[in-house]
């Protein structure tokens, strides 16, 4: 009795969405071995980025004389990103990039809302690879500027040569820091968020199942959980308007190193 229970945890675990796991799986005696074995984190990323190209394909393709929703949707998020990249950065050549970031992280952290997908900023994999690429493209930007002026971020001006090393030290180890704060805390915020909502759904599922009396108690908590529903939107557009923006800050100081 207690491992059948255990093993019903186990499968209803709230964990379990975070899961990868192997849809298709093809292998072939060609060339030697070939092994090929899509995901469900490399499914949702081809539509993730299938939605990003096709929905600014169908809001630019518009050529009537007053722009729709869509088109004027786009462009407020454009101008948004747009007035961040030229206040952090104050140059429009990262807007590209930093535009591109945004929308990608936008639109995987909205398709993880819906309900049974998977939300691929919710792996280590995505957010951590992520930010490790974006740090070792930031300093590749600031060697190709400063070149060797650029380990002079590491060194505080004023500092007195006795505390060089440790400063250096410290400064290195923030410096690299970078690599996995910004990863985790998208990581963490979109695990949270959904770990809250799957364990509250399931709450819900089992108390309106319950009778009518229990149903119509359930109706409060039920518009709470409406109510975080709507909140875990809120936080997936925030999610990735901070990740651009800090993103956007260590870009301006591999720059100038400030």
Not at 53 to 76: A, Q, R, T
Not at 114 to 140: A, E, H, N, R
Not at 195 to 211: D, R
Request: charged share 10%.
């Amino acid at each position: 009795m207690f491992l059948n229970n255990l093993n019903n945890l186990f499968i209803n675990s709230p964990l379990e969405q975070f899961e990868v796991t192997n849809l298709f799986s093809f292998n072939a005696p060609l060339f030697g071995y070939i092994s090929l074995t899509l995901t469900n984190l490399a499914l949702y990323a081809i539509i993730i980025l299938s939605l990003t190209v096709g929905l600014h394909i169908y809001g630019n393709n518009d050529n009537k004389l007053l722009p729709s929703k869509w088109s004027i949707l786009f462009e407020s998020l454009f101008a948004s990103i747009n007035s961040i990249v030229r206040d952090q950065i104050g140059k429009e050549i990262y807007l590209p990039f930093i535009y591109s970031l945004f929308f990608f992280i936008l639109v995987a952290n909205l398709v993880g809302n819906i309900p049974y997908s998977f939300t691929i900023s919710t792996s280590v994999i995505v957010s951590i690879g992520l930010s490790f690429t974006i740090l070792i493209g930031v300093t590749i930007l600031g060697l190709s500027i400063h070149k060797i002026h650029f380990f002079s971020f590491f060194i505080p001006s004023g500092t007195p040569l006795a505390l060089v090393p440790l400063l250096v030290l410290i400064e290195l180890i923030s410096y690299l820091a970078r690599a996995f704060s910004l990863g985790i805390r998208l990581f963490a915020n979109m695990v949270a968020g959904h770990t809250l909502l799957k364990i509250l759904s399931t709450f819900l599922f089992k108390m309106f199942s319950g009778g009518i009396i229990i149903f119509v108690l359930t109706l409060l908590p039920f518009a709470l959980f409406l109510a975080i529903t709507g909140l875990e939107l809120a936080v997936s557009f925030i999610q990735a308007y901070v990740f651009v923006l800090l993103v956007c800050s260590y870009i301006k100081d591999a720059i100038e190193l400030h």
